[in-house]
């Protein structure tokens, strides 16, 4: 199946509704996508690329990840990480999820290990 946005942004949308979370959408020139956990509320852009539908996935599994009451708290910082990613990779369409590429995967590895405390 090929890539398709809409089918992208359909998904997302369907599954912040599912789990009762509120989409801010941003332009595409606008990269840095967060989660309000409180609000239940993610701030993301068009999904114009499998590796961004992902990260918007990511950050819904910030708010209904059992790990997200974590978040302020460093040393839980990794825990939360990877609970969110874990749920994005599960939540994704299985038709969105035969485009994810090595690259991806190192990409999504890279952004967990950015968490990781260093001196």
Known sequence: MS??????TL???????????????RRRTWRRYEAHVDTRMVFIGEP??????LAALHEMGHIVSRHSVAAGKRKDCLTEEAAAW????????VSMREHLTERHRREIGGAWATYIPTG
Do not use: F
């Open 11 to 25: 998904h997302l949308e369907a599954t912040a509704r599912r789990h009762k979370i509120l989409i801010a959408w």
């Open 86 to 93: 874990d749920w994005a990779l599960r939540n994704a369409s």
């Open 48 to 53: 114009h690329t499998a590796r961004d539908y």
């Open 3 to 8: 890539w398709s946005r809409t089918d992208a």
